[in-house]
């Protein structure tokens, strides 16, 4: 490869350097989660980008599958408790920082959290 070539590639494109391209990807979150609240703005074209580079990276090239999670929904189901129940915890603490971060990042992966009279539900959006 020419060096020139060599040069302009990314980090994680030279030697799949993993810590890196998941700092890329956490990057990419905080864009999402800036469309998500209206902070920046985003067409359909930008959107479907996102989604494709998300898609292409997580699942084909780290080879994170959310069918291996489908696979176990009562380990599903018990992580969602946890999660809901540390969010709980924090909003009780008054931490609305950590509540709202957490119903984010979730929303982020497309998990979203309803909260009623009853408690907090999930499903996948």
């Known amino acids: 490869m020419k060096s020139s070539e060599h040069a302009a590639m990314p980090p994680w494109m030279i030697d799949f350097n993993s810590p890196v391209l998941i700092a890329e990807l956490f990057e990419v979150v905080r864009l999402i989660n800036s469309i998500y609240d209206g902070k920046q ?54 931490d609305y920082a950590t509540s709202d971060r957490i119903r984010n990042e979730l929303a982020a992966i497309g998990i979203q959290l309803k909260d009623s009279k009853e408690g907090t539900i999930w499903n996948k959006i």
């Open 41 to 94: 703005q985003a067409d359909e074209n930008t959107l479907n980008s996102i989604k494709q580079l998300m898609n292409d990276f997580v699942f084909d090239i780290l080879g994170l599958r959310d069918d291996q999670l489908g696979a176990d929904s009562e380990s599903v189901e018990k992580l969602m408790d946890l999660i809901i129940k540390l969010r709980n915890e924090a909003k009780q603490n008054k």
